[in-house]
């Protein structure tokens, strides 16, 4: 398994010959420093022929740079109301497309800072990087003469010090988001929860992350009983049963923050007795994004280390299959916090497998120093038709809620262009998931997609805190624990394509590089 990130290097020398191609990400020549004086001339004679320059990435012949080769990816205007940083991302990856179709092999990235956009140039690298990337299969069948797009990705910086961090960081944040992509992105017999399993293992090899996989049944069954019902089917054929995959990190010094976080790993999601049908379940291999997504934060801080951060991970690794085993509307479920849960729709399986993996952490998490709980998860599509493509979203129980969590993230996903939006817990969302009779104390979901049920990817937060007993947990508690849900339905890829690796650089951001960045 190659899990090696592209190669990267840094350069101060903007006619470096070892580069065979410069692509350039600006907002428009004008503005370039003096480092890059050079690169006016050729870029302004081209204006003087088409002033279409700025709207389509275009390439010059321009004598004496690598390759005699100039890309030029402009942003755009930067300074309107609704421009962020991912004009720079979004410029990059172009301008590395463009690069790839000229022929060039060892490109050489450069994007000068920017007076609003101090971050930029790790934008921009990030943005080149999700162009560059190679699915594992491919890799693995080895169908491409080399595992990499390109022999090596350069990075231009003013100074040397600049360099060497904007390599370092790339490579760190590059490497979480391919061990994201590779258990998202993969189809579901390459990402089956077993084999999602040896990836981690393998990932994690002489790493500070400790990994513990959960296989048995019976353990299972009896720790983890809303999630054992989603496996009962899948179960039956031994390369599609369960998995829970437990991650831990612990960095150097007295522990100030310990982060517990459970994504949602449905390996395949035919939505079971309630079978999405009409053309629905193409696509539904991603739907283990979540708990890719704690593999990809845990690949971060196995690269950077960061001190005084706790970090537990549980990955809820399930394939929510159908067939005569399949779990059905109408069963009653005792969860590990002992309510007793309602089915109302199978395909309303993410939060089942979560439920109980939540419910440890709350468990464990009174003993922790400053506990924060998250779920993460690709869990409704009502998150896409409420924020469209391309946005998480994340929202707070009541402690969280006061300490600012949701808010925080938001600001730091602004950082470097993993965005995020609000969302808000209500008081409708709690009676939403109220037993409905006096069998059950829980109803787990409608019968209705949650695209067609209002605040529909509000509520599962709520079934969440309830079903796991956090809401036991909430401000009026003697032990109030912070918890945020986020769903990133819309924010981890499109398909066809290839996954974003969404939330991940917004948690580096907020907890690892908050003071760097």
């Known amino acids: 398994m190659c899990t090696s990130v592209q190669p990267l290097e840094w350069t101060t020398d903007l006619k470096n010959q070892s580069f065979d191609g410069i692509v350039l990400v600006t907002e428009n020549h004008d503005s370039l420093p003096s480092e890059l004086e050079c690169l006016k001339a050729p870029l302004q004679d081209y204006s003087d022929v088409d002033r279409g320059l700025g709207e389509e990435v275009v390439v010059l012949k321009v004598p004496g740079l690598p390759g005699n080769r100039l890309v030029f990816a402009s942003t755009g205007p930067v300074n309107r109301d609704y421009d962020d940083v991912r004009r ?14 000229a022929g060039m092999q060892r490109p050489l990235l450069v994007s000068p800072p920017h007076k609003d956009y101090k971050n930029c140039s790790i934008v921009a690298a990030l943005g080149a990087l999700q162009a560059l990337y190679m699915p594992l299969e491919v890799r693995e069948a080895k169908v491409k003469p080399s595992d990499q797009k390109v022999c090596v990705l350069g990075l231009w910086a003013a100074q040397e010090a600049e360099g060497r961090r904007l390599v370092e960081l790339a490579d760190a944040l590059e490497s979480g988001r391919l061990a994201c992509r590779d258990i998202g992105g993969s189809d579901p017999e390459r990402m089956a929860a077993p084999r999602v399993a040896d990836y ?38 031994p390369r599609h049963q369960g998995r829970v995959i437990k991650l831990q990190y612990c960095g150097a010094g007295p522990v100030t923050k310990t982060l517990m976080l459970v994504g949602k790993g449905i390996t395949y999601d035919t939505g079971g007795a309630d079978i999405k049908a009409g053309g629905f379940m193409a696509g539904m291999h991603r739907d283990k994004c979540g708990a890719a997504a704690v593999t990809g934060f845990f690949q971060i801080l196995a690269k950077l280390k960061p001190k005084h951060l706790k970090v537990i991970g549980s990955m809820a690794m399930v394939r929510n299959s159908v067939g005569s085993e399949c779990y059905v509307a109408d069963e009653l479920v005792v969860s590990r916090a002992g309510r007793r849960v309602r089915v109302g729709n199978t395909d309303a399986e993410g939060r089942m497998v979560m439920v109980d993996l939540l419910c440890e952490m709350k468990e464990k998490a009174v003993q922790e120093t400053s506990p924060q709980l998250f779920t993460i998860a690709t869990l409704t599509g009502h998150a896409i038709r409420a924020m469209g493509p391309d946005y998480s979203i994340i929202m707070d129980n009541g402690p969280a809620h006061r300490n600012n969590n949701a808010a925080q993230w938001q600001k730091a996903g602004e950082v470097l262009g993993d965005v995020f939006e609000v969302s808000m817990i209500r008081r409708e969302d709690y009676e939403f998931h109220k037993g409905k009779s006096e069998y059950e104390d829980i109803l787990q979901c409608n019968n209705l997609p949650s695209s067609a049920t209002p605040r529909g990817h509000q509520t599962p937060a709520a079934f969440l805190i309830m079903a796991s007993g956090l809401d036991k947990h909430g401000v009026d508690s003697d032990t109030p624990l912070p918890y945020s849900h986020v769903d990133i339905a819309g924010s981890s890829g499109p398909f066809p394509g290839v996954p974003t690796g969404a939330p991940i650089i917004t948690m580096a951001t907020n907890y690892i590089l908050s003071d760097s960045l």
């Open 200 to 237: 981690v293992q393998e990932l994690f090899t002489d790493s500070p992350v400790q990994v513990e996989v959960v296989s048995n049944l019976a353990v299972l069954e009896r720790e983890y009983p809303c999630l054992a019902a989603v496996n009962r089917c899948a179960n039956c054929v």
């Open 88 to 101: 720079f991302s979004d410029a990059a990856l172009n301008g590395i497309k463009r690069a790839l179709k």
